[in-house]
T-cell receptor, first 117, second 111 residues
Framework: GAVVSQHPSRVICKSGTSVKIECRSLDFQATTMFWYRQFPKKSLMLMATSNEGSKATYEQGVEKDKFLINHASLTLSTLTVTSAHPEDSSFYIC?????????????FGPGTRLTVL | QKEVEQDPGPLSVPEGAIVSLNCTYSNSAFQYFMWYRQYSRKGPELLMYTYSSGNKEDGRFTAQVDKSSKYISLFIRDSQPSDSATYLCAMSEGNAGKSTFGDGTTLTVKP
């Protein structure tokens, strides 16, 4: 099956620093990638949708200047958390979809655990 | 009111039991219905999907959609300890674009 990787799997940083998370589709071309945030015992909260070569579409309430998303190629999207604060600590998960897949299947990465001290 | 409501659980059942997981929704435009399984500290993986109303069976898993009641279910027969995970329902209006997820139900199957 399709594989999506995320790097790093876990990151601890100091408040005020920026953190970049990479999401890669390993064996298919991802025309669309999604970035989610997941709180403990809560569901996936969609942050933004990115299509290769165009600007990301952010969900209401998500600060686009704080969560920078770049989808520069068909296999790579990055999420940069700028000037991170403790409230940004969370589990961030990306998913990818290939054009032409059966309806709406998203392949999820393993997630990145961000802890901001 | 949330668009998708999922029975919160947690559920704990003995091995071999039949498990029923359920979601309700309010958006009548939803046409695609999916169930994902998420193991601890992992990303979700698609388990089953259904288009419109009806049933779909895959091994020990059966997905049911009742659009008239805006209610979907996932049944697991002969549950196994390896089925212990969080199950998320998800729905979308079209075959492109975003899906809306339920909060998940955590299932534990005890040997």
């Amino acid at each position: 099956g399709a594989v999506v990787s995320q790097h790093p799997s876990r990151v601890i940083c100091k408040s005020g620093t920026s953190v970049k998370i990479e999401c890669r589709s390993l064996d298919f071309q991802a025309t669309t990638m999604f970035w989610y945030r997941q709180f403990p015992k809560k569901s996936l909260m969609l942050m933004a949708t990115s299509n290769e070569g165009s600007k990301a579409t952010y969900e209401q309430g998500v600060e686009k200047d704080k969560f920078l998303i770049n989808h520069a190629s068909l296999t790579l999207s990055t999420l940069t958390v700028t000037s991170a604060h403790p409230e940004d600590s969370s589990f961030y998960i990306c998913s990818a979809r290939e054009f032409g897949q059966f309806p709406n299947e998203q392949f999820f990465g393993p997630g990145t655990r961000l802890t901001v001290l | 009111q949330k668009e998708v409501e999922q029975d919160p659980g947690p559920l704990s059942v003995p091995e071999g039991a039949i498990v029923s997981l359920n979601c309700t929704y309010s958006n009548s435009a939803f046409q695609y219905f999916m169930w994902y399984r998420q193991y601890s500290r992992k990303g979700p993986e698609l388990l089953m999907y259904t288009y419109s109303s009806g049933n779909k069976e895959d091994g020990r898993f059966t997905a049911q959609v009742d659009k008239s009641s805006k209610y979907i279910s996932l049944f697991i027969r002969d549950s196994q300890p390896s089925d212990s995970a969080t199950y998320l329902c998800a729905m979308s209006e079209g075959n492109a674009g975003k899906s809306t997820f339920g909060d998940g139900t955590t299932l534990t199957v005890k040997p």
